[in-house]
Structure formats: C-alpha cells, structure tokens
C-alpha cells in the first residue's frame, strides 16, 4: 500500500523563526508530490507541486525540496508569521494511477508571537 | 471568482437518514472528487469523476454515491447515515490531462451522524 509519512506530527515555533517539517514516501513508481497548507476550518490550499526531476521548489517563504532517490521531502518556512500557523501536508501521486493521491496525516505548525 | 462552493457547511443527521451534500466548482476543470477528512488521518478519496457522465471509486466508496451531470456540479450522497460517517468532507477539482493537477479543495462541510 503507497503510505505517506509526514514528521513531526506537530511543532511550535517562535515569530521569525525558520522551520522544516519532513515527508517520506513509499509511493511507486512516482509521479509528483505536492504541499498544501490548510487553515483551520478551511480546505486545503496547494503551495508546491515537484515533478521527479524537480529538486527543489519555492512560493515566497515556502520552499520545497524532493530526493527521489530516498522518497524525501522537505518543507522550510522561512522567518515565521503568524499567519504561518495551519497544517502542512504531503501529498504523493503515483505515476500508474494519478487519480488517486495519497496523503499525509499532516505536521500542525504553531507560530507563536 | 468563488472557485469550489460547497454546501452546507454544518450538517447533523440521525442514523439511518439520507442527505446530499453539495459541490459547485465555476473553473470548468473536469476532473472533481470528494475526500474525507478524519483525525490523525490523511485525507481519503471516497469517489472521483474526470468529466460528465464519468465516475469512480476512491479509496473509502461504500455508503456514499455520486453523479455527474454537469461539468460544473458532483454531489455526494450519503444513503443511510452511520455514526462511522461523522467526518469533515472536501470537494475538490482540477484541470489536467491524464490525471488531477493543482487541486482547488472548497471549504468543507463537517458532519456528525449521531
């Protein structure tokens, strides 16, 4: 079964700070992987979507790295806001059935001022 | 500019009563699916359409039916609701050949079957 992985299941962080939260997946054969914030109460909103032969990726603080070669994923937000504060989560598709997407149970980041 | 509509977005049902919940997306993407959406848990496919007339299912289909009419609307019908069924709902939709793109998620609908 293709799983998705995402650590740590929950962080806080000051205003300002940096931080990185991690996905692994064993989906195969791959297709791209994508990140989507979603605010509490909302839908889930796409930041970044890789491609096997993208490595990294960027949308403003938000960027995005992807080893294929180790089913990792990397998201860093730079110089928190408290706007940041959402759940963060690893989606994967596979390349023989890219209709079904698999998701992570999401990191929940908290900024606090 | 509404994107994904979803309706309603509060909804309590007794056990055993049917309800639809409804989705309407203005973007003319063809490919539409609802998820659900359970603590601790990823989101979970229930069913998906890549264009009128066409439907499939997800990974969690039993209880829960589909159509698809229009391009523009893909309603979920619950059959007989079950205290299992308490959950937060997504429609989403996508442009994109051969697969969903960027997905566009409305802003969910959470029910509770008691």
């Known amino acids: 079964k293709n799983q998705v992985e995402q650590s740590p299941q929950s962080l806080i962080i000051l205003e300002g700070k940096n931080c990185t939260l991690q996905?692994?997946?064993?989906?195969?054969?791959?297709?791209?992987l994508r990140w989507y914030k979603q605010d509490t109460g909302r839908g889930p909103v796409s930041l970044t979507i890789m491609t096997f032969s993208e490595n990294t990726k960027s949308n403003g603080r938000y960027t995005a790295t992807l080893d294929a070669d180790t089913k990792q994923s990397s998201l860093h937000i730079t110089a928190s806001q408290l706007s940041d504060s959402a759940s963060y989560i690893c989606?994967?598709?596979?390349?023989?059935?890219?209709?079904?997407?698999?998701f992570g149970a999401g990191t929940t980041v908290t900024v606090r001022a | 500019n509404a994107g994904v509509t979803q309706t309603p977005k509060f909804q309590v049902l007794k056990t055993g009563q049917s309800m639809t919940l409804q989705c309407a997306q203005d973007?003319?993407?063809?490919?539409m699916s609802w998820y659900r959406q359970d603590p601790g848990m990823g989101l979970r496919l229930i069913h998906y359409?890549?264009?009128?007339?066409?439907?499939d299912q997800g990974e969690v289909p039993n209880g829960y039916n589909v159509s698809r009419s229009t391009t523009e609307d893909f309603p979920l019908r619950l059959l007989s609701a079950a205290p299992s069924q308490t959950s937060v709902y997504f429609c989403a939709s996508s442009s994109g050949q051969g697969g969903p793109g960027k997905l566009f998620f409305g802003s969910g609908t959470q029910l509770s079957v008691l």
């Open positions: 973007m003319n993407h063809e490919y």
């Open positions: 996905c692994n997946y064993t989906v195969s054969p791959f297709s791209n």
């Open positions: 989606v994967v598709s596979a390349y023989s059935n890219d209709y079904k997407l698999s």
């Open positions: 359409s890549v264009g009128a007339g066409i439907t």
